[in-house]
């Protein structure tokens, strides 16, 4: 067995995979985040780590006890959520909670490096520009706001890292989710000496770099035998990749040409490609891939969440189905038609705009405006969103004529059809929508030898089974939708600061 972990934001989420892609057994185990002010979001390290034991152990139950299998576990792969700072001292023992990935405190220090630094100075360091989510704004912001804090810095880590650390003891990071730090050189897949100057940290703080398929160690024996394994258990762990490079490799974006949309709790576009490319205005990241090559990125803080905000917390209700019924029964004559419209801003933007202060809001209610077009409005003003990014790769000479999808609201047949006609992109829907505890498994067998290559893993293991393809009446509605929805973003940019 191959074990792919998903070190979510809400949840770890496990799997067990054997050599042939067989899907054995999925779990999640949730744990909670905290939110001390406005813009700030937090979680406890040690949470990850006790939800990902006790999800190992639950599945190993569950899995060997059903399929009448040894407990065997060849190797273990990491996808986890990217830009959060966990900082350890020279005891080993976190400092201080995990600043989030979605956390928009850092406008200070995004601004001081965007503005004083320069952007074509960080651009030149590392391939990227400052967005408030990247981990170095964060660790200037614990310089300039807890000094005593920062003076114990003896390890920073990344989350799914630590994880890995406290599994096998191994001090490593990979190339995919460190790109996310804005200290690393992303074309050169070294740290920048010239980035942990600024920030103020030295080489020794930081991980071993390695690919992503790289096996840096294995689980250690009083671990292992938590899991009611042997003593002389191996269990290789690679060193795994930020979550959408896993979720890419899970749907098979991998190589020159590929496309993933990920509507998880964010929403992300992935170009995959054989080597490094930046857009002219630095509004797509420039990432390192999982297989070894890189991608261009564009993320939207708030995607799936947009519309679970909006289900949970203001409609108060479960039934996202129900909720969505009477536009999938009139599809033809609502898509597109919808005068309400969305701006999912609900914890800043990232891609393109990199705002941390703007906010959500719907915009064109009139006395007549019914629930099901807020509905309807909160799931196109995400495929908007997400459109934006794409029309970045556009100008940059990309054709997208095709794209995976994956995550939570891509289980939704009415999102996916609202995005495939906002994009006008043929969706291709894969027989394992596991993400990245599935690309974490798929690493972990590259790693272990059973293929020679992420490629070639991809290729065997990841299927396609349903296409959602644009309906050209559609595309064209959505086209004009799309022209007034790019009017909005300019008039309330500012409303906030």
């Not at 065997?72 to 996808?79: A, D, F």
């Not at 202060?357 to 995400?382: C, I, K, N, P």
Request: charged share 20%; with cysteine.
């Amino acid at each position: 067995m191959f074990i792919g972990v998903d070190l979510g934001t809400s949840a770890v989420k496990l799997l067990a995979m054997t050599s042939e892609g067989k899907i054995l057994k999925t779990l999640s185990v949730e744990y909670p985040i905290s939110f001390p002010k406005s813009g700030w979001s937090e979680q406890s390290p040690e949470d990850w780590y006790k939800g990902t034991i006790k999800g190992i152990k639950e599945l190993l139950d569950q899995v060997c006890s059903s399929n009448d299998i040894p407990r065997l576990i060849e190797g273990l792969g990491i996808g986890g959520q990217m830009h959060g700072l966990v900082i350890l001292d020279k005891d080993n023992n976190v400092i201080r909670p995990a600043i989030l990935w979605n956390d928009g405190r850092t406008t200070k220090e995004t601004a001081y490096l965007n503005e004083v630094i320069g952007q074509d100075k960080l651009s030149q360091y590392t391939g990227n520009i400052a967005f408030a989510g990247f981990t170095a704004p964060k660790i200037l912001w614990v310089k300039n706001n807890e000094p005593d804090n920062f003076a114990k810095i003896e390890k920073i880590m990344l989350p799914k890292d630590y994880i890995v650390y406290r599994l096998t003891g191994a001090y490593t990071s990979d190339y995919s989710d460190a790109s996310g730090m804005l200290l690393m050189d992303v074309k050169n897949k070294c740290w920048s000496k010239e980035m942990l100057e600024i920030c103020g940290v030295s080489h020794v703080t930081m991980p071993e770099l390695h690919d992503s398929f790289d096996v840096v160690g294995e689980v250690k024996e009083s671990i292992a035998a938590e899991f009611g394994l042997s003593s002389n258990a191996s269990i290789k762990v690679v060193a795994g990749a930020g979550d959408n490079a896993a979720a890419a490799v899970g749907t098979g974006t991998v190589g020159a040409g590929g496309c993933n949309l990920s509507l998880g709790t964010s929403g992300t576009l992935f170009i995959s490609n054989d080597s490094f490319t930046v857009d002219d205005k630095n509004s797509l990241h420039s990432f390192a891939h999982a297989d070894g090559g890189y991608h261009l990125m564009g993320c939207m803080l708030s995607a799936a969440s947009c519309n679970k905000w909006w289900m949970d917390q203001i409609l108060q209700t479960k039934d996202y189905a129900g909720s969505q019924k009477d536009i999938v029964d009139n599809a033809l004559d609502r898509l597109g038609n919808n005068n309400v419209f969305f701006m999912p801003y609900l914890m800043g933007e990232r891609s393109p705009h990199n705002n941390p202060l703007v906010r959500a809001g719907f915009l064109g209610m009139s006395m007549d405006t019914t629930r099901e077009d807020m509905v309807q409005a909160v799931l196109e003003g995400v495929a908007f969103g997400l459109r934006d990014s794409l029309e970045v790769a556009r100008s940059q000479g990309i054709i997208i004529e095709s794209s995976n999808i994956c995550g939570g609201g891509a289980k939704s047949p009415l999102w996916r059809q609202i995005i495939a006609n906002v994009m006008n992109v043929t969706l291709t829907i894969q027989e394992n929508d596991e993400g990245p505890a599935l690309g974490g498994a798929i690493l972990a067998a590259v790693g272990c030898k059973v293929f020679d290559s992420v490629q070639s893993a991809a290729d065997k293991l990841v299927k396609v089974v349903e296409k959602v393809e644009p309906n050209p009446e559609l595309v064209a509605r959505y086209e004009e939708k799309y022209k007034t929805f790019k009017t909005l973003y300019p008039m309330i940019k500012d409303l906030y600061k």
